[in-house]
């Protein structure tokens, strides 16, 4: 069985950076996820096992990056310029293979495993 950890939740200023952490084991496709109060989990961005695929939503690219240290079995979500409408609960997710298409990727479906989510407050 699959442990997530997510850390570094918090408040922020509009423009600001927080850097998330899911602590995870096992050799999985991870991915981000939000929720906002009142609306559904979206994809927020995902990496394959190896790191050399990485896929974001269409409202963050440019801003988040998502990597991961095996080693230290971590995934990280760097959110950069950040903007109120950002705020929601972020979940780290473990797939069920290695790697995932870009369709598969932002499918929750997909996913197996869930962290318990951590507060990310962006005021304005």
């Known amino acids: 069985q699959v442990q997530l950890v997510e850390s570094g939740g918090g408040l922020v200023q509009a423009g600001g950076s927080l850097r998330l952490s899911c602590a995870a084991s096992g050799r999985t496709f991870m991915g981000w996820f939000r929720q906002a109060p009142g609306k559904e989990r979206e994809f927020v961005a995902g990496?394959?096992?190896?790191?050399?695929?990485?896929y974001y939503a269409d409202s963050v690219k440019g801003r988040f990056t998502i990597s991961r240290d095996n080693a230290k079995n971590t995934v990280y979500l760097q959110m950069n310029s950040l903007k109120p409408e950002d705020t929601a609960v972020y979940y780290c997710?473990?797939?069920?293979?290695?790697?995932?298409?870009?369709?598969?990727?932002?499918?929750?479906?997909?996913?197996?495993?869930w962290g318990q989510g951590t507060q990310v407050t962006v005021s304005s």
């Open positions: 990496i394959s096992w190896s790191g050399g695929s990485t």
């Open positions: 997710a473990a797939g069920r293979n290695t790697a995932y298409s870009g369709s598969r990727a932002s499918n929750p479906n997909e996913y197996v495993y």
